[in-house]
């Protein structure tokens, strides 16, 4: 029998098990008794001998070697080892696999990961345009440079945020050939803004975020003043409400004004860092 991998998700695990492939329908038939079902049952616990399996059932022992060659001859069950007793050989049993089944020749589905199965859809939705049909990622995740820079020659302290960010990722999409994750100061020199980009960090610390301040449904509060700019919490551009918490932080998903056809994310903390 062909052997294939049987797939199980339940919440937020995925298990997998070998299924054999019954191909001829009479094979099957020699599986399907109820009295061969119990036999296939019981030694799928643990390797056993046709008497033991008698007494187990409460039957003849006629009875079970009769279903057990059907079993072999099915291929669903193999000796796997032979031991002397009372003067007799005895031969223990075991299934070939921990599954059987049937299988149509059509049906198959691209699967992209196996734990994507357990992703909320909300998620997956969330990240559609930056997981490609073969599953890899196609986008940059840009953190702020560690070194001062910008006009507020402010220097990021958030990337490490971004290594907790791509583990996450990780659950649902492939890594991609190239780098992935890029300082904010090398996607503006190299005029890579044209992409599907995460951002992580506000606008004092993250140039692209900066940029696109005017572009978020939520924007960072940034005033004018000698030192530069004060930043003075978040506001709502529908409701006009402000969010200053500590608490409060930034996830907002937009087109990217540099190309409609691409998204950005924005990921960022009340500070505008």
């Known amino acids: ?105 059509s049906g198959y589905r691209t699967l992209k990961r196996f734990s994507l199965l357990s992703v909320d859809e909300k998620i997956q939705k969330f990240f559609k345009e930056f997981i490609r049909e073969d599953g890899v990622f196609e986008g940059k995740i ?40 890029k300082l904010d100061v090398d996607v503006k020199a190299e005029k890579e803004e044209k992409n599907n980009l995460i951002l992580v960090g506000g606008p004092g610390t993250n140039l692209l975020t900066q940029e696109l301040n005017e572009h978020l449904p939520i924007k960072f509060n940034m005033q004018p003043s000698k030192e530069g700019f004060l930043f003075g919490g978040l506001v709502s551009k529908k409701t006009s409400r402000v969010y200053s918490a500590d608490t409060v932080g930034l996830i907002a998903k937009i087109a990217n004004p540099w190309d409609k056809t691409k998204r950005i994310i924005v990921l960022a903390g009340n500070k505008a860092v």
């Not at 007494?55 to 002397?84: F, N, P, S, T």
């Not at 507020?152 to 990722?169: M, N, W």
């Open 142 to 181: 840009v953190v702020g440079s560690p070194t001062p820079h910008g006009p507020f020659k402010t220097s990021a302290r958030d990337g490490h945020y971004a290594s907790h960010l791509t583990f996450f990722l990780g659950q649902f999409a492939i890594m991609p050939e190239e780098f992935a994750i």
């Open 1 to 105: 029998m062909e052997k294939k991998l049987l797939l199980h998700s339940e919440n937020i695990t995925q298990k997998v098990k070998e299924i054999a492939i019954i191909e001829e329908p009479q094979k099957l038939k020699m599986i399907l008794n109820k009295l061969t079902w119990k036999i296939l049952l019981l030694l799928s616990e643990r390797e056993m001998y046709p008497m033991e399996i008698a007494k187990k059932l409460g039957v003849h022992e006629q009875k079970v070697y009769y279903h057990i060659r059907k079993l072999v001859k099915a291929g669903a069950v193999e000796v796997i080892r032979e031991e002397e007793k009372k003067g007799a050989t005895a031969k223990y049993y075991k299934p070939i696999s921990q599954a059987f089944g049937i299988e149509l020749p």
